[in-house]
Every structure is written in structure tokens, then in C-alpha cells.
């Protein structure tokens, strides 16, 4: 079964600090991978996707991604957090129809 | 910029009710998409629709209906509403399968 798995629920870092979050997916092929932000009362905002092609994909507000095909990943990385960057971040991968996604890792910013 | 537009984005319902949501999306899409999204358990699928006519289940359909008569809309029905449907509600809609979806800004319902 396709299947995302985010393994950090919750995340605190000091802002101006680096940023990673994890990301593995499991599927039969290589799939179309995803990262989105929702704040909180919004709705999702895609940061950025990978398709195929260059593996460090640049999105929007700063951040980047790597593609790992070997690990099945899709960190996503800030090199320095901003206090608006408090959120919940989604990775997802897209099959022939949809995307599943992971359960979310919560940011949190101390000033 | 419309895009992908869902209401009501408040209602309290009461066990048993029914009531739709409603979704419309501006950008031609043939993709659409309903998501229910719980603390702690990310974005499931209930339904989705690859054009008008065409509907199927996804990973949590009970309790609910679609209907997709054209390409612009994409109602989520709530037929005798019990309390684990409170949750937030996403539409979204795609181009095409795989590709970027984008999504609602959501629609927060409470049964009790």
C-alpha cells in the first residue's frame, strides 16, 4: 500500500536556526512528491513539488527539498526559521488519481 | 483569483441531520477531490471525480455521497450525521491526476 510517513509530530526550533523535516514514502514507482503548509484555520499551501529531474527542488518563503531516491525521502530544509514559518507542514506523494499524505509535523518558533 | 471555493466554512450539526457542502472550483480542473482531516491524522480521502459522471470512494467513504453533473461542482452530501464526522473538510481539485492539487480553504463541521 502507498503509504507517507512523517516521523517528527512536533518540532521546536529558535528562529533564525535551520530547519529540517522529514519525509519517506513508500510506492511501487517513484511518485510525484509534495510538500504543503497550512496555518492554522487555512487551508493548504503548496511549498513546493518534485517530478523528475534536478533532486533539490526550490519552492516558495525560502525552502527547499531534497529527493532521495535511494531512502525513499523528501526532507524539506529553511536555513534560517522565521517566527511567521509557526505552522503545520504536510508531505505528500500523488499515485495515478490522488495523494496520500503523511499525518503532518507541527512547527513551532521561539523567538 | 477564485479558484477552489467551499461553503458553508462554519455549521453545527445535530446527530442525524443531513447537509451539503458545497465546493465549486473557476480553473477548469478535471480532478476533484473531498478530504476530511482529523488532529493528528493528516488529509484522508472520501471521494473524488476525474470529470463530470465519474465519481469513486476513496480511503473513508461512509456516510457520505457525491455527485459530480458538471465540471465546475462537486457536492459532499452528510446523510444522518453522526458525531465522527466532526472534522474540517477540504475540497481540491487538480488538472490531472498526480499533478499539483489545490485546495479549499475548508469547511469546519460539528455534530452533536
Known amino acids: 500500500a502507498q503509504s507517507v510517513t512523517q516521523p517528527d509530530i512536533h518540532i521546536t526550533v529558535s528562529e533564525g536556526a535551520s530547519l529540517e523535516l522529514r519525509c519517506n514514502y513508500s510506492y511501487g514507482a517513484t511518485p510525484y512528491l509534495f510538500w504543503y503548509v497550512q496555518s492554522p484555520g487555512q487551508g493548504l499551501q503548496l511549498l513546493l513539488k518534485?517530478?523528475?529531474?534536478?533532486?533539490l527542488v526550490q519552492g516558495i518563503k525560502g525552502f527547499e527539498a531534497e529527493f532521495k531516491r535511494s531512502q525513499s525521502s523528501f526532507n524539506l530544509r529553511k536555513p534560517s526559521v522565521h517566527w511567521s514559518d509557526a505552522a503545520e507542514y504536510f508531505c505528500a506523494a500523488a499515485g495515478s488519481y490522488q495523494l496520500t499524505f503523511g499525518k503532518g509535523t507541527k512547527l513551532s518558533v521561539i523567538p | 483569483n477564485a479558484g477552489v471555493t467551499q461553503t458553508p466554512k462554519f455549521r453545527i450539526l445535530k446527530i442525524g441531520q443531513s447537509m451539503t457542502l458545497q465546493c465549486t472550483q473557476d480553473m477548469n480542473h478535471n480532478y476533484m477531490y473531498w478530504y476530511r482531516q482529523d488532529p493528528g491524522m493528516g488529509l484522508k480521502l472520501i471521494y473524488y471525480?476525474?470529470?463530470?459522471?465519474?465519481?469513486d470512494k476513496g480511503e473513508v467513504p461512509n456516510g457520505y455521497n457525491v455527485s459530480r453533473s458538471t465540471t465546475e461542482d462537486f457536492p459532499l452530501r452528510l446523510e444522518l450525521a453522526a458525531p465522527s464526522q466532526t472534522s474540517v473538510y477540504f475540497c481540491?481539485?487538480?488538472?490531472?491526476?498526480?499533478?499539483?492539487?489545490?485546495f479549499g480553504e475548508g469547511s469546519w463541521l460539528t455534530v452533536v
Open positions: 481540491a481539485s487538480s488538472p490531472e491526476g498526480g499533478n499539483t492539487i489545490y
Open positions: 518534485y517530478f523528475s529531474g534536478d533532486t
Open positions: 471525480s476525474v470529470g463530470a459522471g465519474i465519481t
